[in-house]
Structures are given as C-alpha cells and as structure tokens.
Nanobody, 123 residues
Framework: QVQLVESGGGLVQAGDSLRLSCAASGLTFSSYAMGWFRQAPGKEREFVAVIRRSGGSTRYADSVKGRFTISRDNAKNTVYLQMNGLKPEDTAVYSC????????????????WGQGTRVTVSS
C-alpha cells in the first residue's frame, strides 16, 4: 500500500543541476522522516540526506554537503533533493526512504523505500 516513487533523474554533465522528487502515498507523510540514499555500480548503498518530519532539520553526507539540498512539501506528500554542482562520482541510482523515527544515516533505520531514479553525470 505504501509507495514511494522517485522521478527527476537523468544524464547531465559535470557542474549541472538536477532536482529529484519522491512522491509518497499510502502513509501519513508528515509522520515520517524522509531520507535519500544512492548506490553506484559496484558500491554499497550510501546515505545522502535526511529531513525531519517538519522539515526543520536536515543532515547530509560529507560528500554532498554544500551541493545538495533536501526539502519536503508535506501538503504534496513529496520530498525533494536539489543537486547542484554535480560530479561524475555522484552517478548512482537515487532512492528515497521513509522512517517512522529520525531514520539516521543507516538504511536499517528506514521502513519504506522507493524503486530509485538513475542519475548519470558525465565529465
């Protein structure tokens, strides 16, 4: 019943920007912290960003801090990831996830996951 559907991925050049969206349904969106994770080919899934239920507090991986911004619109049941200054090492499948608590930086802290959207950054 719970669905998280990501969109906005694509192929861009280094230095470009993308805005990812994750539309949630089947859950009380405002009751969940929302996170973004990514997984590159041959790599483990890694934390990218997380935002509190209210949107008042965020946390970012060091690798994206200053370049990416997570936000949410609870009225639209949607969480966003604005990605600026993209680098080839940002290439990955990006997934959003929902947590009944804070969630944290580990995937185990999240209850629901989307299928992911692919981001490819060329040099």
């Amino acid at each position: 019943q719970v669905q998280l559907v990501e969109s906005g991925g694509g192929l861009v050049q280094a230095g470009d920007s993308l805005r990812l969206s994750c539309a949630a349904s089947g859950l009380t969106f405002s009751s969940y912290a929302m996170g973004w994770f990514r997984q590159a080919p041959g790599k483990e899934r890694e934390f990218v960003a997380v935002i509190r239920r209210s949107g008042g507090s965020t946390r970012y991986a060091d690798s994206v801090k200053g370049r990416f911004t997570i936000s949410r619109d609870n009225a639209k049941n949607t969480v966003y990831l604005q990605m600026n200054g993209l680098k080839p090492e940002d290439t990955a499948v990006y997934s959003c996830a929902a947590s009944t608590n804070w969630g944290g930086v580990g995937p185990a802290g999240y209850d629901y996951w989307g299928q992911g959207t692919r981001v490819t950054v060329s040099s």
